[in-house]
């Protein structure tokens, strides 16, 4: 089995920010460890299918709550 570089070149220099921007903008709104939840979301972008699943799961998630000011 060869590997296209084109195929990894993409992954590596597009899907992977991409998964990891969504996932840290996401994990501001839903969880209360968004850097943690965006390098995670990122790691998955290695493997586009995970990070698809990874970033539905956490946009189903329920916001979490508002601090008072």
Do not use: Q
Request: glycine share 12%.
């Amino acid at each position: 089995m060869s590997f296209n570089a084109t195929l990894l070149g993409l992954i590596v220099l597009v899907l992977i920010p991409i998964f990891g921007l969504v996932s840290y903008f996401l994990g501001k709104r839903k969880t209360t460890t968004p850097i943690i939840v965006g390098i995670i979301g990122g790691f998955l972008g290695l493997v586009p299918i995970l990070g698809l699943i990874f970033i539905a799961v956490l946009a189903l998630k329920s916001d979490s709550p508002k601090k008072a000011v």
